[in-house]
């Protein structure tokens, strides 16, 4: 069964593993059978109600919210996805189970397979307390004031990539965008959170050199490592095609029993984006410390708002620092250049959208080929434009997975027991003929027509456990100026500069127009080939 290089790996006890791993086949498989509780009476996928295999195969295929989508057309509303995992497609649903207050549904254990060596962050805990507390802690850096002194250093990196376009306008060739874009989300986040760019801009490349205690410095693929699981992990499930740790921890998530065996054993449970850049992180931390720079970025204000001597800092509280730091840079970069990318692609595959948002930041720009963020902000269609974006591809796709609290809850008309696991598929909801009219045109006068469109507008999750990203996003309608807005939130901060930037600087062409995507935990685009020429 296994390959002979991995008989190899494992040495004299390779049938001992073999045996191991049929026994936890088994044991899973008997598990899901038992696991049914009182969603009995729920509909759903045949199989779906005896295992949660089928939703674990549909994400392992990169496919679950089409699978998911596919069921609610099917059996309606309210569809069991697993035994115990029900699925409500219904806009009523999303201030019941991703609602505020003490009874409100908690993150679910599926988020127990994003925790990373044994410690969970501010997106993966599931525990309340440790969550309001690591919350608190990272939220006054959101705040619309601090997000505005960022305003600069967004621009300067901003500025980094520009230049680096500038030299595939010359080229003339098609180039594969969404490379880039993460290499600025990174840059931007680095700056940001780690008080210094990474430098993948700079370089054009995202190698890194990473110092572990006691070893020799060595140069790692820094997007890689966010990804990358464990190697020999990797070994496993690179056969099986489950590359990223996002894909694993999604797949892997959905299955208690395996996510139990898979977070308990040290080889499967390491991670090496949290090593490596904690490693990086840990090294900047200390430096910002030492240096005593008050510069003004994420670091700062997290450093700012403790109260103790920065100069002589602890373990722990370098600790500390560093992992909030590493949160926020795993959690705003991919996410940020996927939405870029995606939106992107719509805009120059939707002539009319292109040609009227760009009269309209022309319109707003001062100078010709450029637009600052204060000026680009206040483009209403630009804003429309991205929450269209962010729709129709669902950066994300799948329902946030949330528990019955004690005494379990109501529903949509049915009642669901403490510990039944709730989602509100966001592709659904965001493809939804009733709410939308033509869910699968890119039309973002939708969002300037009056009604309030943002509830619906499930990207950034909902609740308190919504993105810390897009916190601050005031948006009042107004029927004289369509919109106003005050908008502060770094997500939108970057993806209005670097939209509004490469739309008057470039004419963009894409290769396709089909936009090739998969799904892990968040939905991306594999790819993003367009083509430069100055305007
Ligand atoms: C377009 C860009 C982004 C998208 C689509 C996005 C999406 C999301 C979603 C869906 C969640 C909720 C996940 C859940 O309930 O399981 C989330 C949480 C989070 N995001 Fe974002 N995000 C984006 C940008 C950012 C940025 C720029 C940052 C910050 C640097 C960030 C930091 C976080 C953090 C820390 C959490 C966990 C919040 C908590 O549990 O309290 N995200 N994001």
Redesign the pocket.
Known sequence: MFSPDLSKLLGPNAGFYELAFILLVAFCILCTLFARKSTDHIPGPFLARWTTLWLAYQAYRGRRYKAVHAAHLRYGTVVRIAPNHVSVASPEALSVI?GQGPRAPA?SPF?DSFVCNGKP???S?RDRQD?ST??RA?SHA?SSAALQEFIPLIHSTVGEFTQRMDEFCAKRDYFDALLWFNYL?FDV?SD??FGERIGMLKQGSDLVEIHQAGNPSVHENAIALVDEVQTLTTFILTGLHLKKREHLAAVVGIHPFLQMVVNSLPFLSGNKATSGLEELGRRQVLKRLLSGDNRND?LGKLIAARGYDVRSPNDDEIAELTAEAV???I???D??S???AATLHFIVTNPRVHTKLLGFLLEASSDQNKLSYEQAKDVPYLQATINEG?RLHS??AIG??RSAPLGGLVCCGHFFPEGTELSVPAWTIGHDAELWGDPEVFRPERWLEGKEKRQYL?????G???????KQVFVFFDPQRLLISNLYS??YM??ITVLATILLRYKVEVRSSELETTEGF?HKPLHCWIRLNFR
């Open positions: 991703y993150k988020y962050s501010l997106f805990t969550h690591k919350r990272v959101f989300a986040l940001l959170a994420i949160t926020l840079l959690a705003g970069s996410t940020t996927n939405s870029i962010l950066t994300t946030l997975h499930l990207a950034f999750g909902k308190p456990r919504a993105c810390i990203g897009q770094l997500a970057e993806m968040m």
